[in-house]
């Protein structure tokens, strides 16, 4: 007999990575912010934290009940909305809801930053020989 889709199965993984995100959020805001954060700006607009309320529910939509049950036992398509979702809108609300302080200390200022990550954000020129 097989499993009803419709019914609910706990996704503890998802909830655990969900909060864990939040936590680091807070934690960054809290913590790091105040300390990288020092000529008077804010840590966060109100719009980055839209933005991060937005990644994360849509994280969250797109992982747990019923998406990730459908989209496993049944129906292909729903596992690639589910990939579409997590790579086309949660990631790049991840990125706008980002400050620029976060971003510029995990990226740096040296040759990591100046150097390896410009390079690996220009694109690929196809060049027909």
Not at 12 to 32: D, Q, R, S, T
Not at 38 to 55: E, H, M, N, Y
Not at 106 to 120: H, K
Request: proline residues 7%; hydrophobic residues 55%.
């Amino acid at each position: 007999m097989k499993p009803d889709p419709w019914q609910f199965h706990a996704h503890p993984e998802v909830w655990l990575l969900v909060a864990g995100i939040i936590g680091f959020a807070v934690y960054a805001v809290k913590v790091i912010g105040p300390k990288a954060v020092r000529d008077g700006s804010p840590i966060v607009t109100t719009r980055q934290k839209v933005w991060f309320a937005l990644a994360v529910l849509t994280m969250w939509v797109a992982a747990d009940w019923p998406i990730h049950d459908i989209g496993e036992r049944y129906l292909y398509f729903v596992h690639m909305f589910q990939h579409l979702l997590l790579t086309m809108v949660a990631a790049p609300l991840f990125l706008l809801a980002t400050p620029t302080w976060l971003a510029r200390l995990i990226v740096g200022d040296g040759w990591f930053a100046g150097r390896f990550v410009r390079n690996l954000c220009r694109p690929v020129v196809g060049v027909d020989r």
